[in-house]
């Protein structure tokens, strides 16, 4: 009998540099998405406690005013913040696909956890992030990207991993693939439109490539009461509006349910359906 399963992806603006309150959304998600009858969430990449964007400031006092913030807010693979979102998976019954800054000593890593409906928990850090995120992150060890899941094979790489051909040895294996976007930020001379389609374009080829379903969760930026002005052009905002859009994609490249609108927060649901042999996906439902 093939296998369906109900998958979901989070479109959200983070709580940025909040840990506690991050959690309880993040929380909130796997409970939605329990509820909502799935066995799969896929967060965004770095979602606690969200992307760094001060990095793509022009002035240097905006670093200095963050970085330790980001710090102390990052969370510990095996700190009690993590363990409140296992036991959550665990009592939803829920595969959770989290992006986190994951704090060791003084070093941050770009980092994906895969938590299990058992509470089981496996961390895999991004092995080398772009040279600008590099400002924050440390370098990770390269591991596997494939996890042989009671779900079939499920796959996830972080945002510009997907441009780096190297990064994806492991793409034949896949069954289904986690894209963890960021989010982007629009700058004022760049139209919601451009950044819409980066994080899509990008997962339609994946998609297509490896023929594979994927999961692109995505946040939403920028942060709720935090908007900067160009010093150069004050009448224009740096940062303002975008993020992209959640998507679920066949392996044909095509969306499996219509995306929610760009802004709005919530999940996306899809069904998924494993033919017998576990090889790859083919049949897909949209789920209602």
Known sequence: MPIQIRAAAVQAEPAWLHLPAGVAQTIGFIEDAG??????????????????????????????????????????????EMAAIADAAQWAQ???????????GDEIYMAQAMIGPDGQVRVARKQRPTPLEREVFADGVAPSVVYHTELGR?????????????????????????????????????GDDVVVAVNSTVAEQYAREGGVVVIAPTALVPMT????????????LLLSGGGGVARI??????????????GKSGLLFADLVLDESGNRWTDMRVAG
């Open 249 to 262: 994609l066949g392996p044909d490249g095509r969306d499996l349910a219509p995306p929610l609108p760009p």
């Open 154 to 190: 499920v796959g996830v790489l972080g945002g510009a991993d997907h441009l780096c051909p190297d990064r994806r040895v492991d793409l034949w294996r896949e069954q289904v693939h986690v894209a963890a976007f960021s989010g982007f930020t629009v700058y004022h001379e760049v």
């Open 35 to 80: 509820a909502g009858g799935a066995q799969l969430v896929a967060f965004p990449e770095v979602f606690l406690p969200g992307y760094p964007w001060w990095l793509w400031l022009n002035s240097v006092d905006w670093g200095s005013e963050f970085r330790s913030r980001y710090l102390a807010n990052s969370m510990t693979r095996d700190g009690a």
């Open 94 to 104: 829920v595969r959770v696909v989290l992006g986190f800054a994951e704090r060791a």
């Open 225 to 236: 009461g935090w908007s900067v002005v160009d010093a150069r052009s004050p009448q224009h």
